[in-house]
């Protein structure tokens, strides 16, 4: 076996990508910190139970196992940081007020989530805990939009749904746990036949809300159309209300909205969003309300925010300009290592020359050369390679 083959959707970042995540990370962080937000930095290994706590059925099969060898107990490498953000607010920080925490880190999947994805993704999010309002929806919502602004890709749209839609109209049916999973199945696919299938025994007012839901996507109408097809049910009313109540507050934004769209539904307890930007065919971030994730940390706190994959995000932004480094010679000559250093202060990158290079110097990165000339130290375009 070749020693340098890397596992299946495993993969290096090169100079020039590896530069472009920093870039990413480095402003994006910076724009969090600017709206309040605290950088955290959970461990990368955590005991199972507390790794997947909270965080339902989705982490489950995209978490790398492992046995602790120092306690014998079952670690795993996290898949998601949400929920250890989660844990921080919940049993570390222990704030009465609000929090607003960052982060960004690699995570690791047992499995790509598709054929495309890598297994290996950093995650940058950002959540808010504290405050049930809606006030902290449209803050998080703004923030992401603000982060594909800054990352130069934009915002298309960014859809809005309801996890409350789909549990009232399940809790209504009276589905038991295997079929209520099998109808979210059919849902996420839109999958017509599936429901059609599934709903058989199910009240006909009930029944034609669910094969309505996957049709309930589009501009802010679709919400009338929705409060038209539904039943009339208090918990529907009101997942209604605050996705209207979210269109007013985000009129400025390209908000748009699919009822149907119900990922990470195990978890999230209330409004949940997608942001499209760029060429991506796919959502560049997800997020939503989370309020019970904490509860099973010892403190229930209501809890909403987004993550993205800075890979994903890299991918569809340009390669920055980086300036060429500066090849300087002369190492040991007097004024040497000043010049060097004056270079350095002014943020140029600069190279010191060793004997016996074998390469090019343009391979290297550099443009320029740091020369003695007539008793003076001065930058010249670089000659040859």
Known sequence: ???????????????????????????LLDAFRLNGYQLVA?????????????????????????????????????????????????HLLNRRGVARLCYCGTVAHAV??????????????????????L????????????????????????????????RALSRKAGLAADREEALFDCLQSKDLPGLH????????????GLFALPTLYGAADVLTKARAVLPDDVEIRA?????????????????????????GYHYHSGVVFAAYGGNSPVALALGGRYDSVGRAFGRGRPATGFSLDLRDL?????DPLMPGAILASGSGVAGFNEAVARLREAGENVVIELPGHGGTWREAGCDRHLVLRGGAWQVEPLQGE
């Open 1 to 27: 076996m070749l020693r340098w083959v890397l596992p299946e959707y495993i993969q290096d970042a090169l100079p020039a990508e590896a530069a472009k995540l920093e870039d990413l990370r480095r402003r």
């Open 42 to 90: 959970p461990p990368l290994l955590e005991y199972l139970e507390s790794l997947l706590t909270g965080a339902g059925q989705d982490l489950q099969l995209k978490t790398l196992k492992l046995v602790d060898q120092l306690s014998g107990r079952t670690m795993g490498v996290r898949a998601d940081i949400t929920t250890q953000v989660a844990r921080i607010d919940a």
């Open 112 to 133: 790509p989530s598709s054929l495309t994805a890598t297994r290996e993704p950093l995650q940058l999010g950002a959540e808010l805990y504290g405050h049930a309002g």
């Open 135 to 166: 006030e902290a929806d449209a803050e998080v919502i703004r923030l992401l939009a603000e982060t594909l602004t800054i990352a130069g890709v934009g915002t298309s749209r960014i859809d809005l749904g309801h996890v409350g839609l789909f």
């Open 197 to 208: 299938d599934l709903l058989g025994d199910v009240s006909a007012d009930v029944r034609a």
């Open 239 to 263: 997942a209604l209300d605050d996705l209207q109540q979210l269109a007013t507050d985000l009129a400025d934004l390209p908000v748009s909205f699919d009822l149907a769209d119900l990922r």
């Open 314 to 318: 890299a991918a569809q932004v340009a």
